[in-house]
């Protein structure tokens, strides 16, 4: 299959990228591309090449698949070097994702031209590298060291307006005018002579805007080797030639490419992709139209998943029970919109225009038309059940019912209704609104189509699906509990809280097990009427200790949230060891560590062992995007096997006597220790 093609607009070369999914810069694209600019050059018929990209965008950059290869040559840097060179001028034309290499080599033509659809930046932060094709050099000199550190340190595009405001590009033309513009456009390059190369320019902002851009924003990328990297290697355009400052660009590049934390973002990245394929789904289960859904329950995950769909442009019918709880959720999204357009996130206009698509009501009976609706109610099965009862008897036959449970059995819920084919759980992650994972749970009779309407949908509000299996807590939270176990047990044993927590912390999560017991609240599952005073959360409860809500709870709270340790909660605690019996010690960091991962590892290979989980990298998916597992070591499966089976499978060992059935280890795990 050809991946460029070229054509003759008189006396214009014009070459398009034409390598789906992505345009991605591939050793035989380069190639392509490289030999049309060399002929373009001997050509005394071409003036001047225009580069864009076919189909939806100019291009995703270079092809992730081949780092690590032995790579083909032109190099990327070569090409991008070779383009800059070209005696004629080479315009790039822009349209939709213009990423990494997809914008290093428009950055190295001598014009650009964008489209309204174009989306420029260099995300290789992301991925644990640096723009290694002289982003870091040729964008401080085209749009200042400022503005090219914030683009590539934080890896996040700007649109084609902004693009052009910060001289980034050169012209915006309507899109269907893009080809026509940019021909014309190299046409007057070509006219006026020498080419503009931007490896020629100077950097505006010198070390100064590298200085201050570290010292307001370099404390806030600690344990991440790549943005330090970034900085560095933009510092060397404002102080080195540009043959220099490209070399040392290279080198950091290929630091950072043999080095762990890229591996292990690189598996993120296509960990994500997977996650989106299910095993088994027949070719023709294509996705249902979802045009308006319902939302049962207005309380903190209704409201967030209720915006998850406004934001996207989905109308949503909302239902609660009472008028009272009905507008204290109706206020709670407007504030939580409000406060994002204050914050910059939402115009005014977007705002209400969200607002106009929400249908707060009090009668289930406005659910008839509705296309998909989601349950976010009371977590009790017989409230479920009784709730999936009344939507089977009021929506439209085939409208999608699915529950946002975090625990319960979809089997069950869906066995309340006639339908039970287009049931399954789309658990959304709190709050619902930022969190980026949905976990769609996979019930025994969910149609193929049902599921293949969630994972579609997933997409469409900006979420990273996760396929899972019926089992208590599905992927996620059941590998939480085995975790909160450990940390509850090592707290008896001797270990404070607070280390517990720091350990977690110093692993790269963004809190430890007890400064998120305290955020979700104590008393979450628990009441005073069952309590029985016997565990230290119990106890902590009935003290009206009930997390940061009450201003304390493992922790004390000062007006500012900040957490001190409290020596009630260690008293509480010696005292619920002595009642129980429990030996204490002095616990070490690497045994709180090993406990309370390897057990979560273990459990994580249980959940593959029993189909749960459709692959390991789902896993890691889960974690990364649920609960901030930090992505630089790839998530909990990835991470297990950099540290090896064996030394888990060991570790568990270890401590089996200690871990409960947590530590009864998983056949798979132990079949890859071996
Ligand atoms: C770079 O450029 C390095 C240089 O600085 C220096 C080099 C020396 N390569 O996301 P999607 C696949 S680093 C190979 O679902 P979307 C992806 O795996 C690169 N494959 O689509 C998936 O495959 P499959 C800097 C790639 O429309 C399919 O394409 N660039 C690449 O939602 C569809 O992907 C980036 O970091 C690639 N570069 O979003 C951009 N990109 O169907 C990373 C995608 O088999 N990519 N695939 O699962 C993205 O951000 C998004 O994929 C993009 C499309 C916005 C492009």
């Not at 699906?465 to 208590?472: D, I």
């Not at 692993?507 to 008393?523: R, S």
């Amino acid at each position: 299959m050809p991946m460029i093609s070229t054509a003759r607009h008189g006396d214009v070369l014009v070459v398009t990228v034409d390598n789906p999914p992505v345009n991605a810069l591939g050793t035989a694209v380069r190639r392509a591309i490289g030999e049309a600019v060399t002929s373009a050059q001997a050509d005394a018929g071409i003036v001047a090449t225009v580069i864009g990209g076919a189909g939806k965008l100019f291009s995703g950059g270079a092809d992730i698949t081949e780092f690590g290869k032995p790579g083909g040559e032109p190099g990327l840097p070569e090409l991008c070097d070779a383009v800059e060179a070209s005696a004629k001028p080479v315009i790039a034309a822009l349209h939709g994702t213009c990423f990494g290499g997809g914008l290093e080599l428009p950055l190295s033509c001598h014009g650009r031209v964008a489209a309204p659809s174009a989306r420029l930046g260099l995300p290789e932060v992301k991925l644990g590298l640096l723009p290694g094709a002289g982003g870091t050099q040729r964008l401080p000199r085209l749009v200042g060291v400022a503005r090219a550190l914030d683009m590539i340190v934080s890896g996040d595009p700007i649109g084609a307006d902004a693009a052009l405001a910060a001289g980034l590009v050169d012209r915006v033309v309507p899109e269907a005018e893009l080809l026509a513009g940019a021909v014309a456009f190299a046409r007057d390059a070509a006219a006026r002579g020498a080419p503009r190369r931007t490896g020629e320019r100077e950097a505006q902002g010198g070390v100064a805007a590298v200085d201050a851009f570290t010292a307001a924003k370099g404390r806030a990328l600690g344990g991440r080797d790549a943005p330090a990297a970034c900085i560095r290697a933009v510092r060397g355009a404002v102080e080195l030639p540009l043959a220099d400052g490209l070399a040392q660009e290279r080198r950091l590049f290929v630091d950072l490419l043999g080095g762990a934390q890229s591996k292990a973002l690189r598996h993120a990245f296509f960990a994500e992709r997977a996650a989106n394929k299910i095993e088994g789904l027949p070719a023709d289960a294509k996705p249902l139209k979802v045009e308006r859904v319902g939302i049962v329950g207005a309380g903190t995950m209704g409201g967030g998943i209720a915006m998850t769909f406004l934001s996207a442009g989905i109308p949503v019918t909302m239902v609660e029970r009472e008028r009272g709880a009905l507008d204290r959720g109706v206020a709670l999204i407007r504030s939580n919109y409000e406060r994002s357009a204050k914050r910059g996130r939402f115009t005014p206009d977007e705002v209400e225009a969200a607002m106009g698509r929400l249908t707060p009501v009090l009668e289930f009976d406005a659910l008839h038309d509705c296309d998909l609706v989601i349950e976010a109610a009371f977590e009790l099965l017989e409230v479920k059940t009784e709730i999936f009862g009344r939507l089977d008897r009021i929506c439209r036959p085939g409208a999608i019912l699915a529950s946002n449970t975090s625990y319960l059995d979809i089997d069950a819920i869906a066995a309340a209704t006639s339908r039970p084919g287009s049931v399954l759980g789309m658990h959304f992650f709190s709050p619902a609104n930022v969190m980026k994972l949905l976990e769609v749970v996979r019930g025994a009779r969910t149609e193929p189509a049902v599921l293949a309407t969630a994972m579609a949908l997933a997409k469409r509000l900006g979420k990273v699906a996760v396929v899972s299996g019926v089992c208590h807590g599905f992927i996620g939270n059941r590998m939480l509990n085995p975790r909160q176990a450990q940390a509850n047990a090592l707290i008896l044993e001797g270990a404070a809280p607070e280390d517990v927590d720091r350990v977690m912390l110093e692993f790269g999560m963004p809190m430890g097990p007890f400064q998120m017991a305290d955020l979700a609240g104590l008393d979450l599952g628990w009441t005073a009427e069952t309590s029985k005073g016997e565990t230290v959360r119990d106890i902590l409860c009935e003290r009206g200790r009930r997390g940061q809500k009450t201003g304390k709870g493992f922790y004390d709270y000062d007006v500012d949230r900040r957490r001190t340790p409290s020596d009630e909660v260690k008293a509480v605690i010696a005292e619920v060891a002595a009642r129980q019996g429990v030996a204490r010690r002095t616990i070490g960091d690497d045994e709180i560590r090993e406990r309370l991962l390897y057990s979560m590892v273990n459990e994580g290979a249980k959940i593959l062992d029993e189909g749960i989980a459709q692959r390991a990298s789902d896993i890691d998916v889960v974690w990364i995007n649920g609960y901030g597992w930090p992505a630089t070591t790839g998530g909990p499966m990835f991470w297990a096997e950099s540290v090896g089976f064996d030394r888990v499978a060991a570790g568990l060992a270890r401590h089996r006597d200690r871990l409960g059935d947590a530590g009864e280890p998983s056949p798979r795990l132990l079949s890859r220790s071996a």
